[in-house]
């Protein structure tokens, strides 16, 4: 999610400049995601090359057919109650 994300919080961050409630002059904003041991390198560069070939696959007009049936549909998600009750972990660095 990181490259939407981000352009929505630079996006929010452009706007707020623009109505002059900006986030600061220091403000800057990255998304990393965090692999443990053992074996970070291993997690991360499967990950990796699991996106690139997700990416590769859903451009290709055979394969995105395939994955069709199986991919979220719109207006698919989480109900009322998960959203309420889930949670997240962030660490700030």
Same mark, same amino acid.
């Given at each position: 999610m990181g490259p939407v994300n981000t352009r929505i919080v630079r996006r929010s961050?452009? =706007?707020y400049e623009e109505w002059q409630a900006p986030y600061g %002059?220091?403000?800057t904003y990255q998304e990393y995601l965090k692999f443990d041991e053992?074996?970070?390198w291993l997690k991360a560069?499967?990950?990796t090359a699991g =996106?690139?070939?997700f990416t590769g696959g859903v451009?290709? %007009?055979q394969a995105r057919s395939l994955l069709q049936p199986i991919l979220p549909q719109p207006g698919d998600?989480?109900?009322?109650?998960t959203m309420n009750e889930g949670?997240?972990?962030c660490e700030r660095t």
């Open positions: 961050a452009a =706007l %002059p220091d403000f053992p074996l970070s560069t499967s990950v =996106l690139a070939v451009q290709q %007009p998600g989480p109900s009322e109650q949670w997240f972990s």
